[in-house]
């Protein structure tokens, strides 16, 4: 029988940049290595889990305080969804679990937040605004990576937004796909699979 390894999820909204970040990481992997460093892309924020006998310290800086503040968890208590707290300002600091449990937690975070920024007279055009901004970060990475594939092989892309995603398409050979950008699934899923294929267009556009 295949051995099971405890993996969990790390999920926070940086406080600098915003960003959504989540983060799977493998408990024997800590065992292994010591000590695993998570950082957000604006190296502003990070989280560091380490193995202390039968715990994982858990040390995250905290924008709210100033402090760099540690959490010593044992296995059983981190299986199950914990929200992690600042002990001052009792505000969220990072969630910890299974990965459904923790994306459930940030989207309802991120739609609070909405709610908050409708209320004070801010109305994205999108239906989760953090969400498009880091799709769109994604893409621009595959593409100067040379990761958006296509029918011609030499992509000379276009993007076009809407709500709810992104229609980018080849002005080549007119391949194109609608990346969705409604939640934090549709993220994952497009950085999990790492490059982006364009559907053939068969019914080419006429000019």
Do not use: W
């Not at 402090?67 to 208590?77: D, G, M, R």
């Amino acid at each position: 029988m295949p051995v099971l390894e405890p993996v969990i999820t790390i999920g926070y909204k940086c406080d600098i940049c915003g960003r959504l970040n989540i983060n799977k990481v493998n408990l024997f992997e800590i065992s292994k290595n010591g000590v695993i460093d998570l950082k957000c892309e604006c190296e502003n924020s990070h989280i560091s889990i380490a193995r202390a006998k039968r715990n994982y310290v858990f040390k995250a800086s905290c924008f709210g305080c100033g402090c760099v503040h540690t959490y010593s968890f044992h296995l059983n208590e981190i299986l199950s969804l914990k929200n992690v707290i600042c002990p001052y300002s009792k505000e969220n600091m990072f969630y910890v679990g299974a990965q459904q449990s923790v994306i459930k937690m940030l989207e309802k975070l991120e739609s609070n937040l909405n709610i908050m920024a409708e209320e004070m007279g801010f109305k994205s055009q999108f239906v989760n605004q953090d969400v498009m901004i880091q799709v769109l970060d994604k893409i621009h990475e595959y593409a100067n990576k040379g990761n958006i594939l296509c029918s011609c092989g030499d992509p000379d892309l276009s993007l076009r937004l809407m709500s709810n995603g992104i229609l980018l398409t080849c002005e080549r050979c007119y391949d194109s796909i609608t990346i969705n950008a409604r939640n934090i699934q549709d993220l994952l899923a497009l950085v999990d699979k790492g490059y982006v294929q364009l559907i053939s267009g068969k019914n080419q556009r006429t000019k």
